[in-house]
Antibody, heavy 121, light 107 residues
Framework: EVQLVESGEGLVQPGSSMKLSCVASGFTFSNYGMNWIRQAPKKGLEWIALIYYDSSSKYYADSVKGRFTISRDNSKNTLYLEMNSLRSEDTAMYYC??????????????WGQGVMVTVSS | NIVMTQSPKSMSISVGDRVTMNCKASQNVYNNIAWYQQKPGQSPKLLIY???NRYNGVPDRFTGSGYGTDFTLTINSVQAEDAAFYYCQRIYNSPLTFGSGTKLEIK
């Protein structure tokens, strides 16, 4: 059974940093692209970052480019999202999601349960 | 960047009715569209990929159609458990933009 389990939830102050993790199981993690998607309270889904199966390419939404970094450790079956210079508008539920293919620019067939990040003073 | 526009924003339907919701891309995306269902308090779930392919285990009352810029998700004989938000997403090239969603309520 495919499972994606995010961690790193919390409340942080504006301008600070935070790192999320997503541990994968039930599939060969190193073969698939992975993504982060967020959803602000009462709002829709926003794709924010994608990483290829081998970390050779990474893509970001304009809203997080230069502040957030996606990475992965295939030896640990883990996806990361390093978030810097956090703003109140980054407050959201953050989901990791598996892409159908290795390059990631494909549909998302499995999603984690999400973790809440709150940016507030 | 390509913008995905969904309509209507919400709809209220009776059990057994047929419902159609729309997704319009600002540029030609061929058949590179996915549809997801998100129920309250849950993660999104994949329904349809490449515009018209039903994902594993998705009931056959869900049908996707369209090509180019105009896409439709149809639910035949809506059930109470179909109450949810529905999102389309442009796939194949980043940014992998989502539409703003359609809220389906059951009367």
């Amino acid at each position: 059974e495919v499972q994606l389990v995010e961690s790193g939830e919390g409340l942080v102050q504006p301008g600070s940093s935070m790192k999320l993790s997503c541990v994968a199981s039930g599939f060969t993690f190193s073969n698939y692209g992975m993504n982060w998607i967020r959803q602000a309270p009462k709002k829709g889904l926003e794709w924010i970052a994608l990483i290829y199966y081998d970390s050779s390419s990474k893509y970001y939404a304009d809203s997080v480019k230069g502040r957030f970094t996606i990475s992965r450790d295939n030896s640990k079956n883990t996806l990361y999202l390093e978030m810097n210079s956090l703003r109140s508008e980054d407050t959201a539920m953050y989901y990791c999601a598996k892409s159908r293919g290795g390059f990631g620019e494909d549909y998302f067939d499995y999603w984690g349960q999400g973790v809440m990040v709150t940016v507030s003073s | 960047n390509i913008v995905m526009t969904q309509s209507p924003k919400s709809m209220s339907i009776s059990v057994g009715d047929r419902v159609t919701m729309n997704c319009k891309a600002s540029q030609n995306v061929y058949n590179n569209i996915a549809w997801y269902q998100q129920k309250p308090g849950q993660s999104p779930k994949l329904l349809i990929y490449y515009a018209s392919n039903r994902y594993n285990g998705v009931p056959d009352r869900f049908t996707g159609s369209g090509y180019g810029t105009d896409f439709t998700l149809t639910i035949n004989s809506v059930q109470a458990e179909d109450a949810a938000f529905y999102y389309c997403q442009r796939i194949y090239n980043s940014p992998l933009t989502f539409g703003s969603g359609t809220k389906l309520e059951i009367k």
